[in-house]
């Protein structure tokens, strides 16, 4: 924990670090968890290391767009009701209208466009992956490094599956499917859900072969999730596995229940009047809009905005795994269900919201909203329904984080909530190692577009990631000066090209 005393940021601030963090994120999701970090706790000093730590944890668990989420329940601990706005619309905006911006562009200059914003992300994934690194390798040394290490692995293990075979794949010019079905490859989600059976279980645990058959359970659950499980057919059993793990934990704390223990009982009064009243601020202003839209916008009756709008929120407290699981959420709902059509979403939405910053949740659902308001209206309405849309899908996602980190405190003092805040974070960092492949590759993918061989590529971004650490150790560069730079650089490459 850090020691140090912590500063107190207004509103303007909180709202000018989070739209900063908005417009500097490329990558999104869990890629985003140092950026803010970094701003808050070493550069700011507004709040300490288990602070955030917590918060990390509400995001991570909870459905939804992870920085959105992260500038809430930040906002709401620094300044109440009012800072979780601040946090939750700064960290929005940025992505949300640049992605309207560059749809609407598109529309004019057409979709080639987007290569030079791919040129500029080569660099800015180089930028990116300096940080995760940096932070993986800060959490892994605090506290029991082996243990970090260990964990850190086993989840990158789980969740890298593919990611791995695709470098590969790239670097030797042959399709990655050559290479067979990955062993695990799980989602996020269900990354989440082993590491919590396990770590509700430590407490209780007597045993090593105790704890050996847990983390067994758990992988057997895991492989069932995975790739060849689902191959093999085995997915359909992950619900009775599940079902086991749950009663498992039941009979664990029935009965080994502890009668000297100091219960832990959710209160009714966990969940006051601030934490609503924030909930209620996050979800006013989008449904607002939405009111304002149906009374002024002249929109075409075959479109049903309420219909959308629903859509909105289901798929946003649907979603569970960051930015790519948004995408098969919305191709579920909005592209297989006819309101947009999937060459529109595949062939630009999609690029343009993984080329531009900030969470790509959001900026996918903006620029749906932009699609659907602009086949019923025309741009002007496209605009306002994709403004409408990002902010109500932050809003779903915020109020589930802020009422989820209201019983998070609720249960502070319980041993599970001790022993996530010592494990989570190591296995959030396999995430992030995941998260960091997936970047690299998709350069890679870029850089092969227009003739560069996988493996030049992936030295120029460890080069480029050698030499942006060098910059910031040596002359102590600014991260957006930084970013910049390695943008601009790799544009300069690329466009000779």
Not at 24 to 30: A, K
Not at 112 to 138: D, H, P, W
Not at 363 to 374: D, E, P, Q, R, S
């Amino acid at each position: 924990m850090t020691n140090m005393k912590e500063e107190k940021l207004s509103i303007i601030k909180i709202f000018i670090s989070f739209l900063k963090i908005g417009t500097i994120g490329f990558g999104g999701g869990s890629a985003l968890i140092p950026v803010v970090e970094k701003e808050l706790v070493q550069d700011q000093k507004a709040m300490n290391d288990q602070d955030y730590l917590k918060h990390t944890v509400v995001a991570n668990i909870t459905p939804g767009a992870l920085p959105v989420k992260l500038g809430a329940t930040c906002g709401y601990q620094l300044r109440g009701e009012a800072g979780a706005l601040a946090g939750a619309i700064g960290v929005t905006l940025p992505g949300l209208i640049f992605t309207v911006a560059f749809m609407a562009l598109f529309s004019i200059l057409g979709g080639e466009a987007i290569n030079y914003f791919n040129y500029a992300s080569v660099g800015i994934t180089a930028f990116i992956v300096f940080l995760l690194i940096s932070y993986v390798l800060r959490t892994v040394k605090t506290g029991h490094r082996r243990i970090n290490m260990a964990l850190c692995l086993t989840a990158f293990a789980l969740t890298g599956g593919k990611e791995i075979r695709e470098i590969l794949g790239e670097l030797l010019n042959i399709d990655y499917k050559a290479f067979g079905t990955p062993l695990f490859d799980i989602p996020t989600i269900d990354l989440i859900i082993m590491a919590f059976f396990v770590i509700l279980l430590l407490e209780k645990l007597r045993s090593r072969t105790e704890l050996a058959l847990s983390v067994l359970l758990s992988l057997i659950y895991a492989f069932s999730k995975g790739k060849t499980g689902a191959l093999l057919g085995l997915d359909r059993f992950s619900g009775f596995i599940l079902l086991v793990m749950g009663l498992a934990i039941v009979a664990a704390y029935t009965l080994r229940r502890d009668k000297n223990a100091k219960k832990n009982v959710i209160s009714p009064k966990s969940i006051g009047k601030s934490e609503l009243t924030a909930v209620g601020l996050l979800l006013f202003i989008p449904v607002i809009l939405i009111l304002a839209l149906k009374l002024l916008l002249p929109l075409s009756s075959d479109y049903n905005l309420t219909d959308f709008f629903i859509k909105v929120v289901t798929s946003t407290i649907t979603s569970f795994g960051g930015g790519e699981a948004y995408v098969s959420v919305a191709d579920g709902i909005f592209v297989q269900s006819g309101f947009i059509n999937p060459d529109e979403f595949y062939t630009r939405l999609v690029p343009v919201a993984n080329s531009l910053p900030g969470p790509i949740l959001i900026k996918i659902a903006g620029g749906i909203g932009f699609i659907f308001g602009k086949q019923a209206g025309g741009t002007l309405a496209g605009w306002a329904v994709a403004l409408t849309s990002g902010l109500m899908a932050a809003g779903a996602c915020c109020a589930v984080a802020i009422i989820v980190m209201a019983l998070y405190d609720s249960l502070k003092e319980w041993e599970f909530i001790r022993n996530l805040k010592k494990y989570i974070l190591p296995v959030i960092c396999g995430m992030l190692l995941s998260t960091s492949c997936a970047m690299i590759f998709e350069s890679m993918k870029i850089a092969g577009s227009i003739g560069i061989p996988g493996f030049a590529s992936i030295v120029y971004i460890v080069l480029s990631v050698i030499g942006i650490h060098y910059l910031h150790k040596r002359f102590g560069l600014h991260d957006v000066v930084l970013l910049i730079l390695s943008a601009a650089l790799s544009f300069g490459i690329l466009i000779l090209f």
